[in-house]
Structures are given as C-alpha cells and as structure tokens.
C-alpha cells in the first residue's frame, strides 16, 4: 500500500538548451498526512511518505518517552481512516496496561510538518526528554575515513531518490561502516523514526556501537531522537543548529556536521572520531 511516489505531467522549459519546450510524466515524492492514534484517541498527525507507517509510529511513540521498549505495544496496525477511497493513513496503537498514556496538555499536542517535527510544541521543555541510556558511557570509535565514505553509501542506497530528487534519508550503520537499514522519507524526522522503529521492532535497542546519519541538517529533534534510541554518534552532511550541539554535549553523543569526503566537523563527543 506504499505510494512513495506520484507521477504527473509537467513543462519542461530549458533556457540553456537550443529545444522546445516540451510536456513529460515527471515523478513526485509523496507526501500525505498520516494519524497516529492510542486506542482509537487521536494523538498526532504527520506528513510523511507512506511505506513503514508502523516503524514509523513505533520509533515516534519510543522518541517522545510514550514508550520504552517493543513490549509497551499489544498491537499496532494500519486502519482504513475515513477517507473514500480507503487510503489507509491512520496507524492504531494499544499500549499495555501498565503503560501511561501521555498526559493531554495542549503544550504537547503534536502536529508535525515534512520539514518540522515539533510544531505544535509550547516550549523546549515541553519537547525535551531524557533517554534512559547512558550514551556518554558508549566506549564506541570510529575511523574518519570510514565516516567519510557514508554519504556515499546513504546516497548509493537512495532509490526514491534517484526518481523524484525530493525526500530526504536517514541511515543507520555499524562503527564498520556497514549500512543496516536506509528509510527515505519527506521528512528528516520521520525518516529517522522510521528507522528507529524498525531497530525496536528488531530488538536492537539500545543502538549502543552505532552511526546514524541523516541527509540535511543535524536538528535538536534529531539529536534527541538518536538519543532516545542510544545512538552515541549522529552524522549529517550539512551543519548542526546550536541546540543539537548543546544537546548533543549534556547526552554524552558525538555529532558530526558537514560530512563531505574528505572533511567533516566534530561538534562534541571527538573522542569517538579516530583520526
């Protein structure tokens, strides 16, 4: 049921070129909202490019601190909606009985954009949450050379990609440099829940010894989420903001901007980066 793509015509107009201008199927990335609901309750909405939906509402509840392991989840399974025809955009979460549901202060309804994960969010307090892994005790190393020849890796493994030029990705490897899982996606945040999913899912978690590496910038909701996850060393091929970095120094993380063979930038946590 994954639409990850759309295909409508278009003008091709080149001013460059000695051509006409000409109509051709061009291939869009999808992006449609989807809900994610607790025992039927509304309690977000994303827009994101569908395909791994339940990853996705795994990794969102896990990086938000509604829940701490796969166990918290009885059943989680995509619903029809209302929508005609059925396009399937609601996933239906019901957490055990043990598990508190989060509490409804406006502060922390969630409503998230393809390029913002904490719109709706009163305060950094309010999206602020604390792992229960200890990243700053990871031991784990990297070699530069070998965190320089990701993006590569992440880009090679690109498919929608290479059709529409529109999503962006995040990627999960080994200190090895072994790419284990690859989710694109419109939104960075949803790629990265969408693979953080998949690690509960796979009883992987905590991602202690891993690399995370996202196209795009390096945000403080990304570095939380890899934080959330255990992940002690976050890479992106373009710059950090100022609160991923302060984030990134109070977890413990080591974070990596501008991530472009042969350089990079270490923002926190060098001691990871074996030169």
């Not at 009985?97 to 305060?123: E, H, I, M, Q, W």
Request: aromatic share 4%; hydrophobic share 45%.
């Amino acid at each position: 049921m994954a639409r990850t793509t759309n295909r409508r015509p278009v003008l091709k107009i080149n001013l460059a070129a000695d051509a006409e201008s000409r109509r051709r199927p061009d291939d869009l990335a999808a992006e449609e909202p989807l809900e994610i609901r607790l025992r039927q309750a509304p309690l977000a909405v994303t827009m994101r490019t569908p395909g791994q939906d339940i990853d996705l509402a795994m990794g969102f509840l896990l990086t938000e601190g509604i829940i701490r392991t796969a166990a918290d989840v009885v059943t989680a399974q995509l619903c029809a909606g209302t929508d005609t025809p059925n396009t399937y955009n609601v996933v239906d979460v019901v957490l055990g009985a043990d598990v508190p549901l989060p509490a409804t202060d406006p502060s922390r309804n969630f409503y998230t954009t393809s390029s913002c994960g904490v719109c709706g969010k009163a305060s950094i307090d309010a999206v602020r949450t604390r792992s229960q892994f200890d990243v700053a005790a990871d031991p784990c190393t990297v070699p530069a050379r070998v965190l320089t020849e990701l993006p590569g890796r992440l880009r090679a493994a690109q498919r929608t990609f290479d059709r529409t030029g529109g999503l962006h990705a995040a990627g999960l490897f080994t200190a090895g440099g072994e790419l284990l899982v690859l989710r694109e996606d419109v939104g960075r945040h949803n790629a990265v829940d969408k693979v953080i999913g998949w690690a509960l899912r796979e009883g992987r978690l905590p991602l202690a010894g891993h690399v995370l590496l996202v196209s795009g910038r390096a945000s403080f909701e990304l570095t939380q989420k890899a934080w959330m996850a255990g992940i002690p060393l976050l890479a992106a091929v373009s710059a950090p903001s100022t609160l991923a970095a302060e984030l990134a120094d109070e977890a413990g993380m080591t974070l990596v901007g501008f991530l472009r063979e042969p350089s990079m930038n270490v923002y926190s946590g060098t001691q990871r980066v074996i030169v």
